[in-house]
């Protein structure tokens, strides 16, 4: 029997609204927390209910070489007030290019844009980081 190795962080593809977009070198926030409550019954003390109270999801962020304006256009668009919500799709590949994961990030928008450093000093990639709000993270097909 071949041996399964666990899949790797590297090989990913960004959709949004299903259109593949500009390769991303970076996607975290990736993440779900089912909150919950403590609740300390009168008379019980050797331990404590825990209430499933509410489902958060941080905001995502993308990162990629800057180059198009597509993002940025999305971000000014929002700040003037015609916010746009669409559905992001991350989908994780194996070593033959396979598509094995995914995750949708429903209700997206942006929130935040940012560029980094301008500095004379070095040659790096010029990156912009776009944070979205959505409305959560489901797996995909």
Not at 3 to 27: H, K, N, S
Not at 58 to 87: C, H, I, K, Q, Y
């Amino acid at each position: 029997m071949a041996r399964q190795d666990p899949f790797r962080g590297f090989r990913f593809l960004v959709e949004i609204d299903g259109l593949a977009g500009a390769g991303f070198m970076r996607a975290k926030g990736l993440s779900r927390e089912v909150k919950h409550e403590v609740f300390h019954e009168g008379g019980v003390n050797d331990f404590e209910h825990k209430l499933v109270s509410q489902v958060s999801y941080p905001s995502l962020v993308l990162e990629r070489g800057l180059f198009l304006d597509t993002l940025w256009e999305w971000t000014v668009a929002v700040a003037n007030g015609d916010v746009e919500r669409r559905m992001i799709t991350i989908v994780l590949r194996d070593e033959a290019g396979e598509n094995k994961w995914s995750w949708q990030v429903e209700h997206a928008y942006p929130v935040k844009w940012s560029a980094s450093d301008l500095d004379a000093n070095v040659a790096t990639v010029m990156v912009e980081s776009v944070e979205f709000a959505h409305h959560g993270l489901r797996r995909g097909a």
